[in-house]
């Protein structure tokens, strides 16, 4: 494994099986009280410093609880963007280059700006630090270690990644979930992917130039994708990132945005009667939050057993303690 997580086409495919061995592990030691006990041994006198310029919840909590399992000491800041340096003007690349003077074992770091986190990893190597840096989201850009829990989720749901059919629906233009998602499914066999979309929000032709590369075969749909739900395998939807749709004047933004939302919610959410349309022994994933106000997965949806969402955020926490743990141990 590389000394820092970036990108999600880094991993080589015996990377990802040893990062799930380690998962599943985790997971039953969890269960026991003396693997619990063993398990805090793991990065016991090791430090992890989380700093987080973006909002979160899962995967900020997921590092520090699966840190502090592991023994970790862990140093957390979850709006270092209101409450850094970075707004008295100073340079994520000092920030960083400060941060690994303090010589924590691992940084994870989250930044609204995309490109940062590999900056920070040439600022690193440069200077000779030995923390490893792992990218927990940089703006619309990756999120290396959401497609790993989603690619272990589909494992573990489907019992194989090799040969699925999957449909990734929504945001598809400024979800970065979805972009390291399909940069991570190249690396398994005769995948078939359906990017489900409405047109300005359809997937970057970067993304489809590499799964060119790679010989993976894909579709996109526009509000037609109800038409091939059924020969699904498994249904990755995302949340319209409103946050993303920025306009220099406020009223167009505004516009831009609640037309989007009317776009999401009248022609690009799933219902109970999408359910119908679904095999039964599909899987439903979301990486979350889901946009209460959107609704793109209708709430009695949730409570289908296909629906895996909080199934997949759990799996979140194992995915992180593995990497953490192969970072730091090997
Ligand atoms: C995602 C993210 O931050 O990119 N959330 C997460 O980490 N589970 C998805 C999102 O914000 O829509």
């Known amino acids: 494994m590389r000394q820092h997580v970036i990108r999600s086409q880094d991993f080589t495919l015996e990377d990802l099986a040893q990062i799930f061995r380690r998962a599943d592990k985790f997971r039953h030691m969890m269960d026991e009280p003396d693997g619990r006990r063993r398990l805090r041994k793991r990065l016991r006198g090791r430090i992890v410093n989380v700093a987080f310029y973006e909002p979160s919840t899962r995967t900020l909590s997921s590092f520090v609880n699966g840190a502090q399992h592991l023994g970790a000491q862990v140093f957390h800041t979850a709006d270092a963007g209101a409450t850094s340096s970075a707004v008295k003007g100073e340079t994520f690349a000092h920030t960083v280059r400060m941060f690994a003077g303090y010589r924590p074992d691992v940084l994870v770091v989250r930044h609204k700006e995309e490109g940062r986190l590999a900056e920070g990893a040439r600022i690193l190597r440069r200077i000779g630090s030995r923390t490893h840096l792992i990218n927990a989201g940089d703006g619309p850009g990756q999120h290396p270690t959401q497609a790993l829990l989603d690619v272990y989720t589909l494992q573990r749901e489907l019992g194989r990644v090799d040969g699925i059919k999957i449909m990734m629906g929504g945001d598809l233009k400024h979800g970065r979930t979805v972009r390291s998602l399909a940069y991570l499914?190249?690396?398994y066999r005769d995948v078939v992917i359906t990017f489900a979309a409405p047109e300005d929000l359809q997937i970057g032709a970067d993304i489809l130039a590499h799964l060119d590369e790679h010989g993976v075969k894909y579709q996109l749909l526009g509000a037609?994708?109800?038409?091939?739900?059924?020969?699904?395998?498994?249904?990755?939807?995302?949340?319209?990132?409103?946050?993303?749709?920025?306009?220099?004047?406020?009223?167009?933004?505004?516009?831009?945005?609640?037309?989007?939302?009317?776009?999401?919610?009248?022609?690009?959410?799933?219902?109970?009667?999408?359910?119908?349309?679904?095999?039964?022994?599909?899987?439903?994933?979301?990486?979350?939050?889901?946009?209460?106000?959107?609704?793109?997965?209708?709430?009695?949806?949730?409570?289908?057993e296909r629906c895996a969402i909080f199934r997949q955020a759990e799996n979140g926490m194992y995915v992180r303690m593995a990497l953490l743990d192969i970072l730091v141990n090997g």
Request: charged share 30%; proline share 2%; aromatic share 4%.
């Open 185 to 187: 499914l190249t690396r």
């Open 224 to 304: 037609e994708f109800r038409d091939a739900l059924a020969a699904q395998h498994a249904v990755y939807w995302t949340r319209l990132q409103l946050e993303r749709v920025v306009h220099e004047d406020v009223a167009e933004q505004k516009r831009l945005r609640d037309a989007l939302a009317h776009l999401q919610r009248e022609q690009f959410c799933i219902g109970e009667r999408d359910l119908h349309l679904m095999r039964i022994d599909a899987v439903l994933m979301h990486p979350l939050p889901i946009n209460d106000a959107v609704r793109e997965i209708a709430l009695e949806v949730e409570n289908d």
